[in-house]
């Protein structure tokens, strides 16, 4: 685009053709004219057109040298042509004078032709002032000097007026190219702002910014056009869900710039482990998937060759990650379901490969798992339970049972409030089932709140029946990390009446190692209100005597896989024991969960456990039971 709007160059193009025109014209007229002139005699023309025409063929011939030099040779040519022709044949030759500038405007530009205009307009006055050259002017007296400024003047003017108007015409010609010029580039700019653009568009709609994976939509896409092919092919391939195990824990421990360069260095891994017909993607956060086209003709060799696949991606995941000096260790979860499936598109594939992933996850993580129907209908269990839940929470469904807690004498000193979710057949789901479901979808906060609630209200209804002792009531880690969880405790106290000393809030071992400064400080801010904790299931998670020397605990509650064990068992015998020791000796409470036999309650009487609880005494009953049990005792 450049060159083609340069003028210079133009105007090389321009005399490259000139000469060739001149040259062979040339060469047909000077041969009849050196014959002519050489019967008449004249023989310096002859001399002058034979060496004109061979200075032109040499200009020509050295085409490699600067064009602007061979314009000066071949003006000079003309000008010596001109001059000889006037001293020979006389003033009819101005022509070729005159045709010098307006070369020099068209080939060179304003300023030579000026220069070349005053050079043949000079020239043509003094060899007008010649005695053998004659310009007769008719009308004018026999003056040489006033003949020759006459026809000077007026070889001026024409000469001037040619030359000017091809000037002034190729300036601005000139002008107008270098606006055709700009505003090509401008043009060009544009065009590749917006080709930049679109580009920067199709990556970001198509790609993952972080990684430069694909992203959700290219693979549904790519998923799609599989499926299609499918029938045509007949190949099985697969797709694999795979997410990064404990990446919330880098993330969270070294900031948001080591885990981006995590999930890079991870999708490059997975990236150079696929081939050219396979796809990564990125869906978000620590979740990739991979589609594996083409693995083989039939299910049993596609799935071996997936499971391969999966195999190599786990122990690549697995490898350390150095990172700024550092190293990290991850491993993933992988879900793996084979493709096509008759009636199934991209979603509904996607959707098995995450379920299948959950089911590795489930298992350990840091392992593979292939969906199976099993599968599917055991989400769709989850779910409609999980629906059914929120459900049976808004319409007050749900129930609290209370399962009273013994001593040694027989004497009740304490309840545990357990919630129930009875169903219209009479029947009941059990807690085992639902409150996993409740934890994974957040509902635990909701049914934490309202059990609290209602644990005031049991207790107040107790204290006015003559009952005084607390009741126990279990609080999720998820409610208790809540911000607000202090504050509602407190409004469930006031709105109740309740003594805060009637309520014992049981929590999780992990609970109190995760976050302990936090635990703590809110555990602190609750027991100076009153209220007591206890730590359930002692024994089943992260016990630590640092935990229990640093935190204001009351008691201790005996998981009921270890009363269980005893007496017959000695591992399990011997953890009872160890345990009740070791609360002896840091003045805690402890019950014991789940005594079903005399023998276990025997045995944890004679070893010093506070509280008994389990079916040997009481099964869980709803709140007016318990009061009419405990008015028939004695």
Known sequence: MAVLNDLAHWRSQIFA?????VLLLGIVTAIPSSLLAAREGIWPIVALDMASIAWIAVIWYRSGTPWRWRVWQFLAVIYIVGI????KIGPVSQIYLLAIPVLAA??????????????????????GLHPDISLQLQGVPDSPLLRSLIVTLNFMLIASILTLSTAFLLQHLERSLDRLHASALSLEREIGERKK???????????????????RRLLMDRIGQLLAAAPREHAIGALMFIDLDHFKHINDARGHATGDALLRMAGERLAQLMRKADTVARLGGDEFVVLLAHLADDMDSAAQAAGLVAEKIRAAIARDFEIGAQSYHCSASIGVTLLPKTGQQAHDLLREADIAMYRAKAEGRNGIAFFEMAMQAGVERRLTMERALARALDAGQLR??????????GQVTGAEMLMRWPQEDGSMIAPSLFI????????????GNWALR?????????????HHFALSVNVSPAQFRQPDFAARVRAALNDSGAPAGALVL??????????????????RELAALGIRFSIDDFGTGYSSLAYLTSMPLYELKIDKSFVDATPHDTSGTAIVQAILGMAGHLGLRVVAEGVETQQQADFLVAHGCDGLQGYLYARPMPLDDLMRWLAQRP
């Open 436 to 447: 996993p479901v409740a934890e994974e979808t957040g509902l635990i906060i909701k049914l």
């Open 400 to 409: 609290m049972h209370v399962q009273p807690q013994l001593d040694r004498h």
């Open 106 to 127: 068209l080939l060179l530009g304003l300023l030579p032709a000026l220069w070349v205009l005053a050079l043949t307009s000079s020239s043509l006055f003094l060899l």
């Open 506 to 523: 049981e929590l999780t071992e992990g609970l109190l190692v995760d976050k302990r400064d936090t635990a703590l400080a809110r555990m």
């Open 84 to 87: 000889g022709l006037l001293l």
């Open 17 to 21: 053709r000139l000469l060739q025109v």
């Open 197 to 215: 653009s679109e580009q920067d568009i199709h990556q970001l709609a198509f790609y993952d910014v972080l990684t430069g994976l694909p992203n």
């Open 454 to 466: 209602q644990a005031c209200q049991a207790a107040v209804r107790l204290a006015q029946a003559g």
